[in-house]
C-alpha cells in the first residue's frame, strides 16, 4: 500500500500512529462498530479525515478513518446541505455553487469540513457571518456508549453547545446539516508583493482594514521562498507578502475598497484579485494541494494590530533572525465577535487578528517561531484557535485556551457525563471533571 494511502496517516505527518485497530469507515454502522470495539477492549478512539490538523498518535487505540465517507446533499430551497464525516470542502462546493449557494467553508478546498465545523471554522464568508459551527443545524454523532445520537438545539442542548467548538471531544461524528448563504460570486484574489515591500504592506495593511466593512475578509501571507511546483512563475523561488482578499459584496465596491493596497509601492509582483464565481474560491489563497508533509502548527489570537505589532512582527519574521517559515495574518473581527443565535462553545471571540506561523523540524526553527509567538504577547488575547493547533498544543493548558474559563468548566462537566472513561482522547483533550492527571 501506498503511504499516501495508508488509513494511518494523515496528509500533516507530524504525528504517525500505530493504532490496534483501523477502521475504513464507509457508513453509519461501521463508526458504530468501531466505537464498540473499542469500550469492548477499554481503547481510546480516534478519527482521521484529512489530517490537516494532527494531534496526538492514536497509538495503541481504534483509529476510525472517514475518508470513504464523502457524501453532500443539497437542499436548495432551505438553504442547507448535509455532510458526511469524510467530505471534503470541495465536495460540498460542488454541490452548492450550481444553485448560487456557499457555505462558510475554509480557504482552502482540500479540508475536511467536520473537523472544520467541529473547531469552529473560520473562513472566507466568517467577519459576514461568523463561525461556521455557528451555523450548524444538526449533528449525528456515535457517542462512547456506542449509540447513535441526532443532536439538536431542541432534543439536546447541551450536547448540541459542546460539539459545535468541542472537537472530537464528545463523540464521532457522522454528518451534520449546516446552512447555505445566497453568495454566488466574490470579489477575490491575491497581491503578491516582493519582499522588499514588507514593511509597506503591513504597515497599511494595518491601517487599512480599520475600515473594511464585514462583508470584506483578508488575510496576509509572509511566505518564504515559493518553490511549490504550482507557484506562478513570477513568484518561483521568491520570498513575498500575498494579501488575500474575498469581497462578497458588489464587485465595483470591492475594487474601489483594494485600490489603496494596489497603489503601494513597490507594486504587486502579481494581482490576481478579480470578480469570480464562488466555486473558484480556493484560488484566492493559492494553498497547495501538496504531497503529505511535517509542519508543527501554533497560533495566537490577537487582540488590536498596533503600528508597534507590526514592527514586532517584521523584526521576529526577518529572513536575517532566521524567521525563514511561512507565517499568516487573518482579520478577524465583524460577524465572528457576534454571539450566535443558538449558543456554542467556540471562543476566541474577542480576537482582532490571529498569528498562524507554520514551522518546519529543521534545527532552530521551532525555536524562532516560539520567539515570535512569545514576542507577540503584549497584543494577544491569550486565547488560541484548535483549528490552528499543532502536536505541541495537547496540553490541557493549552486546550484551555481556546474557550473562556466558564464554557472550558462547563465542557469539563459535560465530557464527565458523556464519556467519563475519556474514551474520545486522541485529540486536543477536554478531560473530565475529576480527572485531573
Known amino acids: 500500500m501506498s503511504t499516501d494511502m495508508d488509513p494511518r496517516l494523515g496528509l500533516n505527518r507530524a504525528v504517525e500512529s500505530h493504532p490496534a485497530h483501523v477502521v475504513e469507515a464507509a457508513g453509519d454502522q461501521d463508526m458504530v462498530a468501531a466505537v464498540r470495539l473499542a469500550a469492548d477492549e477499554k481503547r481510546a478512539v480516534g478519527v482521521l479525515a484529512t489530517g490537516h490538523g494532527p494531534s496526538l498518535a492514536a497509538d495503541g487505540a481504534v483509529l476510525v478513518n472517514t475518508r470513504r465517507m464523502d457524501g453532500v446533499r443539497v437542499d436548495a430551497e432551505r438553504a442547507t446541505a448535509w455532510i458526511e464525516a469524510g467530505a471534503r470542502w470541495r465536495d460540498v462546493l460542488a454541490h452548492t455553487t450550481p444553485h448560487g449557494l456557499a457555505p462558510l467553508n475554509g480557504a482552502s478546498p482540500d479540508v475536511g469540513v467536520i473537523g472544520y465545523l467541529t473547531g469552529g471554522g473560520a473562513g472566507l464568508l466568517g467577519r459576514r457571518y461568523g463561525f461556521a459551527a455557528d451555523h450548524v443545524r444538526r449533528l449525528r454523532l456515535v457517542t462512547a456508549d456506542g449509540r447513535f445520537r441526532e443532536v439538536t438545539a431542541d432534543t439536546d442542548p447541551d450536547l448540541f453547545w459542546a460539539v459545535r467548538g468541542g472537537k472530537d471531544n464528545f463523540g464521532l461524528v457522522v454528518s451534520a446539516e449546516v446552512d447555505l448563504f445566497p453568495v454566488a460570486r466574490l470579489y477575490g484574489g491575491g497581491l503578491y508583493f ?59 465596491d470591492g475594487e474601489r475598497l483594494v485600490r489603496p493596497m494596489r497603489a503601494l509601492r513597490p507594486a504587486a509582483l502579481l494581482d490576481t484579485v478579480r470578480d469570480m464565481p464562488y466555486a473558484d474560491s480556493g484560488t484566492i489563497h493559492h494553498d497547495p494541494v501538496s504531497a503529505p508533509y511535517v509542519a508543527y502548527d501554533r497560533n495566537v489570537l490577537l487582540g488590536e494590530l498596533t503600528a508597534d505589532t507590526v514592527d514586532t512582527l517584521l523584526a521576529l519574521t526577518a529572513p536575517d533572525t532566521g524567521g525563514a517559515f511561512p507565517t499568516e495574518l487573518r482579520h478577524f473581527g465583524g460577524a465572528y465577535a457576534h454571539p450566535p443565535q443558538v449558543p456554542n462553545c467556540v471562543g476566541g471571540r474577542d480576537a482582532a487578528f490571529s498569528l498562524f ?11 524562532r517561531r516560539d520567539d515570535l509567538l512569545a514576542g507577540l504577547r503584549p497584543w494577544s488575547t491569550g486565547g488560541i484557535s484548535l483549528n490552528f493547533a499543532g502536536v505541541e498544543d495537547t496540553a490541557p493548558d493549552r486546550v484551555r485556551a481556546a474557550y473562556t474559563p466558564a464554557d472550558f468548566d462547563r465542557l469539563r462537566t459535560l465530557k464527565a457525563q458523556h464519556d467519563p472513561d475519556n474514551m474520545f482522547r486522541i485529540n486536543f483533550n477536554i478531560p473530565p471533571k475529576g480527572d485531573d492527571r
Open 194 to 252: 516582493p519582499a522588499e515591500a514588507t514593511a509597506e504592506v503591513l504597515h497599511a495593511y494595518a491601517e487599512w482594514v480599520r475600515q473594511l466593512p464585514e462583508t470584506m475578509a483578508t488575510s496576509v501571507l509572509l511566505a518564504r521562498d515559493t518553490d511549490l511546483p504550482d507557484a506562478p512563475e513570477s513568484l518561483r523561488g521568491r520570498s513575498v507578502t500575498h494579501l488575500r482578499i474575498a469581497y462578497s459584496g458588489d464587485p465595483a
Open 357 to 367: 506561523p507554520r514551522a518546519t523540524p529543521e534545527p532552530g526553527i521551532l525555536r
